[in-house]
């Protein structure tokens, strides 16, 4: 009889035990995050640090997927408007603009301890995730946009990497050649990414904003990219495709994977980018070096080029604002952000740039090759106007007549005053 007893003991203690442990599991909060886009790299580091969130916050579990870049208006738009989505997100910090003010981010500041995480990062990178007197994320992974310069093919030519347009368009003919002898080029000296309608827009604007042209005004109701400045600029492009043959002649169908592989068989000079090229670079071509400079200026700006605006692109994490979960999606996002984390990107080629000060001012900073060229760009560059309509009128508007402007369909003149008459009817809600 006893034995009975504490048979039947045992199992209702053992059936305790299991119900609690389920209803611990069940308990437990699940939040979703979506990853949009990032190199192996990256992708495998979130993995770890969000297994090293779960173990640290017992009480939390997330889901991770990963998402294409190229979609994430699109996935977005498709759940948040159906009050749907991820707990937390990757996106470009121009997007705290078009979804921040659609009421789809939740706006970080209202978190308690908000002013003490701010402390955490470089100001003026944090304010890119501002939309009027809203944060709508914290800042990722810092990018600035710059030249980089194939150094064996420059120095067999015997020219230094170019500061002003007239050596940039220089140094592109020079770079321009028939190699083998067979009568055909083979070699040029600059390569566009023209199959990526976002991506080239953000290699061309680079030039506008070095050159003085604005994209919009302060107020943010005028679009301004048609100015002379901004002419000057996709001219100098026009000649250099039309005049000069000195830029690839197939680049409208070229990606990253395209210009990559033509740039490490030395079949390009030049190309502009960001921070993720050298990784790229190392990857197909282990040990091909490159100059990392700004982009050139105008001639007659050679006096300000120190300080000189190229375009600023920020990534951010940000919180989806119907999550039934606030508070543990701003601990996981704090996780992913903090100044610990933030020292991957010093210590490992994740594709882009630190953003806490304590990163990059720490000892390990100071050995990175490119750091510092990129350190100063980010210091003065210019991010996208902070429209809602911005990111859409730069892929949808801005590169299409932009690039018939270069092919030689439109003059520069008339390309962005038709694009910038169609942008304008974006912003004031006529189209």
């Not at 002379?228 to 169908?253: E, K, N, R």
Request: charged residues 25%; hydrophobic residues 40%; negative net charge.
């Amino acid at each position: 009889m006893k034995r009975v007893t504490v048979n039947a003991a045992l199992a209702a203690l053992l059936g305790a035990i299991l119900t609690l442990s389920c209803g611990r599991k069940d308990e437990a909060v699940e939040l979703h995050d979506w990853n949009f886009g990032g190199k192996p790299r990256l992708i495998e580091w979130l993995r770890h640090r969000v297994d090293a969130f779960e173990s640290t916050h017992r009480g939390i579990r997330v889901v991770q997927s990963q998402k294409s870049w190229n979609m994430i208006r699109e996935l977005l738009y498709a759940d948040f408007s159906v009050g749907t989505g991820p707990d937390v997100v990757n996106t470009h910090a121009n997007y705290a603009a078009e979804f921040g003010g659609a009421g789809y981010y939740y706006p970080l500041n209202t978190f308690p301890d908000f002013e003490e995480v701010r402390k955490w990062f470089v100001p003026h990178l944090l304010e890119s995730t501002r939309y009027k007197e809203n944060y709508y994320g914290l800042p990722s992974s810092g990018i600035a946009f710059v030249l980089v310069c194939n150094k064996e093919l420059f120095d067999r030519e015997g020219i230094a990497p170019p500061r002003t347009w007239s050596e940039f368009r220089e140094a592109a003919r020079r770079l321009t050649k028939d190699t083998d002898g067979d009568g055909t080029v083979d070699q040029y000296g600059l390569v566009l990414l023209g199959g990526d309608k976002g991506g080239f827009a953000y290699r061309l604007v680079p030039f506008f904003f070095k050159a003085g042209a604005e994209i919009m005004s302060d107020d943010l109701k005028t679009v301004l990219f048609n100015s002379p400045a901004a002419v000057s600029a996709l001219q100098l492009i026009a000649d250099m495709y039309q005049v000069d043959h000195s830029i690839t002649p197939g680049f409208l169908a070229y990606t990253l994977t395209e210009i990559n592989d033509l740039f490490c068989s030395n079949k390009v000079a030049m190309s502009i980018e960001g921070p993720w090229f050298r990784g790229m670079v190392d990857d197909k071509s282990p040990g091909k070096t490159f100059y990392t400079v700004p982009v050139p200026v105008p001639d007659e700006r050679i006096a300000g080029c120190d300080t000189a605006p190229t375009l600023q692109d920020m990534v951010m994490y940000s919180i989806n604002a119907r999550t039934q979960h606030p508070e543990q999606a701003w601990e996981l996002v704090k996780y992913l952000r903090n100044e610990e984390a933030d020292m991957a990107w010093i210590r490992e080629d994740l594709g882009a740039v630190a953003t806490t000060r304590r990163a990059l001012e720490s000892p390990e900073a100071k050995t990175l090759a490119d750091l510092p060229i990129y350190i100063h760009e980010l210091k003065h560059a210019k991010p996208w106007p902070p429209h809602p309509s911005m990111i859409a009128i730069a892929s949808d508007v801005f590169t299409p007549y932009t690039q018939k402007a270069i092919v030689g369909e439109l003059s520069p003149r008339e390309a962005l005053d038709q694009a910038a008459r169609e942008a304008q009817e974006m912003i004031e809600g006529k189209k």
